[in-house]
């Protein structure tokens, strides 16, 4: 058995957690879950959303899996997740966004994964006023070397192992000529090391048109810890949104695996919430350990109860239920 840190999370992440670890268990993916506390309810527990103790599990099973957590806006304290990526050296921020079958195919066949830096940036945590009266804001984004290759590296590793033929660099290096021109200059240099991989690089905001006019020019896709984390949602929008995509933060010696939608307080407790985003993550674990062909498995239970619309919940346009829906994929299992 291997141990994995389950956080729950906040809202519905009690809910859709159950749910992941019932087809697991299911599935015989020969996990035994640690759980930890973390969010807005460790917060009220425990006077911190990341607990020390929590941190020391993670330390100690190295892998995890959260559910989402509610993060205030504009004030309170600082998100969980970006300290999780900080703490662990979370470098690469994984999104895959796959069209499922029946589902939500305005655009057609899409099939990308987006690799963000996860630690720099603008996300550095280095800010300040810039006046007494708190009427000038400061942020500094930092990106360096070492840090671009790693994520860079990690994209054309994906694509080498996974037979695509392209990576494609966003960036904004035409006005952001130190910063981003230093995450084009890396990305051009590693491109070399590869030469069986096609490369191109493009500017953000054209990405983030091509994304939507032709998204089947894409395969692998790398950027910025902020370019990342607006075209990742981009991305997951294209296939039907953020409860259907999953998400993996790896480094060199932690991965933690998370569903990236909110904890949606409004439907919490009353069995609709939808697992699969959180699902896919899981899959994702498995992946890392070692067991793609589990993954694959139970990826086709999920889609086959995907497709069945009294059995999927109602976000997707279903009649089921967060058990309905969870206990299908079991059955597929079989």
Known sequence: MTKVVLIPGDGIGPEITAGV???????????????????????????????EETIDK????????????????????RSVNVRLRQIFKLYSNIRPAKTIPGLFNKCGDVDLVLFRE????????????????????????????????????????????????????????????????????????????????????????????QMVMNPQRFGVVVTTNLFGDILSDLASGLVGGLGLTGSA???????????VHGSAPDIAGQNKANPTALLFSA????DYLGK?????????????????????TGDVGGKGSTTTFTEAICAHLD
């Open 249 to 259: 933060n790896i480094g060199e010696n932690y991965a933690i695996f998370e569903a």
């Open 283 to 286: 899959l994702m674990l498995l």
């Open 21 to 51: 670890t019932r087809v697991l268990e299911k599935a015989g993916a020969g996990i035994e879950w640690v759980e930890a506390a973390g969010g807005l309810g460790a917060y009220e527990e425990f006077g911190d959303p990341l607990p």
């Open 292 to 312: 793609p062909d589990l993954a694959e498995h139970i990826r086709g239970a999920i889609l086959a109860a995907l497709a069945d619309e009294n059995t999927r």
């Open 118 to 209: 996860n630690t720099q940036g603008l996300y550095s945590g280095l800010e300040q006023w810039g006046d007494e009266a708190q009427s000038r804001a400061e942020s500094v984004a930092v990106v360096t070397r070492e840090a671009s290759e790693k994520i860079v590296r990690a994209a054309f590793d994906y694509a080498v192992h996974h037979d695509r033929d392209k990576v494609t660099l966003v960036h904004k290096a035409n006005i952001l000529k130190l910063s981003s021109g230093l995450f084009l200059k890396v990305g051009e240099d590693v491109a070399k090391d590869y030469p069986k991989v096609g490369f191109e690089n493009i500017i953000v905001d054209n990405m983030a048109m």
């Open 58 to 77: 993670i330390k100690e099973h190295r892998i995890a899996l959260k559910g989402p957590l509610t993060t205030p806006v504009g004030g309170g304290f």
